[in-house]
């Protein structure tokens, strides 16, 4: 399995984010994208996922331009965005469920309850999640990578913001876990975490550079 980055042009507001990024990420990699404010993390990410298209370039699933390959790439990857994703008008648990049933991969109440319990949130997981702090929001969307192992992809912006240290502590764990099980790992983050990938790129959208 392979993603690749061909030529990448990506334009906002009249104005060019970042212009022919090129890079390829395979089983066991992962790779930190940085930049400035407004140099084009996010954009980037919502490119790779498919959630919008570059204005010049493609990205590629396994050869393939993942425009013509939706459905297939779609079931590959799990993205978590800044909106994290999460429904208010759901309980914590709930929310865990329905982000494992739209993953294809169902999974109990109980088993969402053990998701959020791993995170610290065993008080708050009856709670209605419009009533949790940002940081207990955030760690609900990411109790749904307990469960997003099928996907070999993942593709995450800013996933350690609002988390304290024991959770930023157990979110390096399940990172490193997936990709030892061969999966990948796309993140962009301010904070200095510690991975160990087989291989450790890094994107410099100031620029443009990997390394």
């Known amino acids: 399995m392979i993603?690749?980055?061909?030529?990448?042009?990506?334009?906002r507001g009249g104005r060019q984010l970042?212009?022919?990024i090129n890079f390829d990420?395979?089983?066991g990699d992962a790779m930190r994208v940085e930049g400035v404010n407004g140099s084009g993390k996010t954009s980037l990410l919502r490119l790779l996922c498919g959630l919008s298209s570059p204005e010049e370039g493609e990205v590629r699933w396994n050869g393939k331009n993942i425009a013509k390959t939706r459905e297939e790439f779609g079931s590959q990857r799990i993205y978590l965005g800044h909106a994290n994703g999460v429904k208010d008008d759901l309980i914590a648990w709930e929310n865990v469920v329905v982000a494992a049933i739209l993953s294809g991969n169902p999974i109990t109440r109980d088993e969402a309850y053990a998701a959020l319990g791993?995170?610290?949130?065993?008080?708050?997981?009856?709670?209605?999640?419009?009533s949790l702090s940002q940081g207990q929001r955030k760690r609900v969307a990411l109790a749904r990578l307990q469960f997003g192992m099928k996907a070999p992809l993942w593709i995450l912006d800013e996933p350690f913001t609002a988390l304290d240290q024991k959770t930023v502590m157990h979110l390096c764990d399940t990172?490193?876990?997936h990709i030892n099980r061969g999966g990948m790992v796309i993140y962009t983050t301010h904070q200095e975490i510690t991975l160990a990938p087989r291989r450790m790129l890094t994107l410099d959208l100031s620029h443009g550079a990997v390394c």
Request: with cysteine.
């Open 18 to 20: 970042f212009n022919h």
């Open 118 to 130: 791993h995170l610290g949130l065993h008080q708050a997981a009856d709670l209605p999640t419009r």
């Open 25 to 27: 990420i395979s089983v």
């Open 175 to 177: 990172l490193n876990q």
């Open 3 to 11: 993603l690749q980055a061909c030529q990448l042009t990506c334009t």
